[in-house]
């Protein structure tokens, strides 16, 4: 079973930019594609960004698109995220979660693996 560890959330201002880091376990991380989702207390888990195994595709939802960036260091087997201008409304907790396979998939139901969360406070 792998496990995944989110790192780097926190409060920032409006206008402001987090990078958070996710490190997985296990030898076949490049393997499978991750993504990033968030939530908030009360809604659904909404999906933010994926990238498939190979690094090559990128896929966001368009809330953050032009914004937020997913990479990943398959030699570190990390994924990150960057969040840049950040806005009030991407107040949430952020997941990292891995996919069913190399393909970066959208739909939750496609992430097989997920970690604890992480915080993020974005103040007006």
């Known amino acids: 079973q792998v496990q995944l560890v989110e790192s780097g959330g926190g409060l920032v201002q409006a206008g402001g930019s987090l990078r958070l880091s996710c490190a997985a376990s296990?030898?076949?991380?490049?393997?499978?594609?991750m993504g990033w989702f968030r939530q908030v207390t009360g809604k659904e888990r909404e999906f933010v960004a994926a990238?498939?195994?190979?690094?090559?595709?990128?896929v966001y939802a368009d809330s953050v698109k032009g914004r937020f960036t997913i990479s990943r260091d398959n030699a570190k087997n990390t994924v990150y995220l960057q969040m840049n201008s950040l806005k009030p409304e991407d107040t949430a907790v952020y997941y990292c979660?891995?996919?069913?396979?190399?393909?970066?998939?959208?739909?939750?139901?496609?992430?097989?693996?997920w970690g604890q969360g992480t915080q993020v406070t974005v103040s007006s």
């Open positions: 979660a891995r996919a069913w396979g190399p393909v970066a998939p959208k739909t939750e139901a496609d992430f097989t693996s």
């Open positions: 296990g030898r076949t991380f490049s393997s499978y594609a």
């Open positions: 990238i498939s195994g190979t690094g090559l595709i990128r």
